[in-house]
């Protein structure tokens, strides 16, 4: 089984990009399908205060996403020999002046974006350390889209950026990467001017944290040992 295993298609529940490219780093493309979760609502984070409390959250969403991935596969063309399901959710934490944690999605293309990413970066980044969170899970499935085992894991990676960024705002700003980031800023690309220091997994800020992902593959028998 193992050895079947890991020629096994993985489906990638997520939309993300940069989800895929990370994924891309580890197995053959030719094994990776896309196959995003077709309900795009997802539970917000309002109303919760403690770390635990957010972690929990995100092992919610992305119970949701996988369970819409599995349904989609169970309903659609079966995978010959079955498949390898992975979905993701990753959320920027913030302090506020007060202290308590808050989460910051995506900036509002249709709003005025730009201002409410200055906001972020003055109020919650510069010369302060925030927190990535992600939560991973691996599911193996049959031909037939049945679930033999499923395991999850969360990450939390510690980022510190600079004092002074009003210095690099209008320019990063200018340069629209912001948007379709969780926290308005990509580590892997131009924000990273901003950055002085990141504690834990780098490819987390990113958008998957490899190290475990890898690690549950293993697990499963579904990458080389």
Same mark, same amino acid.
């Given at each position: 089984?193992?050895?079947?295993?890991?020629?096994?298609?993985?489906?990638?529940?997520?939309?993300?990009?940069?989800?895929?490219?990370?994924?891309?780093?580890?197995?053959?493309?030719?094994?990776?399908?896309?196959?995003?979760?077709?309900?795009?609502?997802?539970?917000?984070?309002?109303?919760?205060?403690?770390?635990?409390?957010?972690?929990?959250?995100? &092992?919610?969403?992305?119970?949701?996403?996988? /369970?819409?991935?599995?349904?989609?596969?169970?309903?659609?063309?079966?995978?010959?020999?079955?498949?390898? +399901?992975?979905?993701?959710?990753?959320?920027?934490?913030?302090?506020?002046? #007060?202290?308590?944690?808050?989460? /910051?999605?995506?900036?509002?293309?249709?709003?005025?974006?730009?201002?409410? %990413?200055?906001?972020?970066?003055?109020?919650?980044?510069?010369?302060?350390? &925030?927190?990535?969170?992600?939560?991973?899970?691996?599911?193996?499935?049959?031909?037939?889209?049945?679930?033999?085992?499923?395991?999850?894991?969360?990450?939390?990676?510690?980022?510190?950026?600079?004092? #002074? +960024?009003? &210095?690099?705002?209008?320019?990063?700003?200018?340069?629209?990467?912001?948007?379709?980031?969780?926290?308005?800023?990509?580590?892997?690309?131009?924000?990273?001017?901003? %950055?002085?220091? +990141?504690?834990?997994?780098?490819?987390?800020?990113?958008?998957?944290?490899?190290?475990?992902? +890898?690690?549950?593959?293993?697990?499963?028998?579904?990458?080389?040992?």
């Amino acid at each position: 089984m193992t050895e079947v295993a890991t020629r096994l298609p993985i489906v990638i529940g997520s939309r993300s990009p940069r989800r895929l490219e990370l994924l891309q780093l580890i197995a053959d493309p030719m094994r990776l399908i896309v196959l995003p979760p077709l309900d795009v609502d997802e539970s917000g984070f309002d109303g919760l205060v403690e770390m635990l409390e957010f972690e929990a959250r995100c &092992h919610e969403i992305v119970e949701r996403k996988r /369970l819409d991935v599995i349904r989609q596969l169970a309903e659609g063309p079966a995978v010959d020999q079955g498949c390898v +399901v992975i979905c993701a959710d990753t959320t920027v934490i913030v302090k506020d002046k #007060a202290e308590a944690l808050l989460a /910051l999605g995506q900036p509002q293309e249709d709003g005025d974006w730009q201002n409410e %990413v200055r906001g972020w970066f003055r109020s919650y980044f510069a010369g302060r350390t &925030h927190f990535v969170l992600s939560v991973v899970s691996v599911s193996l499935c049959d031909a037939a889209g049945n679930v033999s085992r499923t395991l999850n894991e969360s990450c939390v990676t510690c980022v510190t950026m600079r004092d #002074a +960024v009003d &210095h690099w705002l209008d320019w990063y700003i200018a340069t629209g990467e912001p948007l379709g980031k969780a926290g308005g800023y990509a580590i892997q690309g131009a924000g990273s001017v901003m %950055v002085t220091k +990141v504690e834990g997994s780098y490819s987390n800020v990113v958008g998957l944290p490899i190290e475990n992902t +890898v690690k549950m593959l293993r697990e499963i028998g579904a990458f080389p040992a």
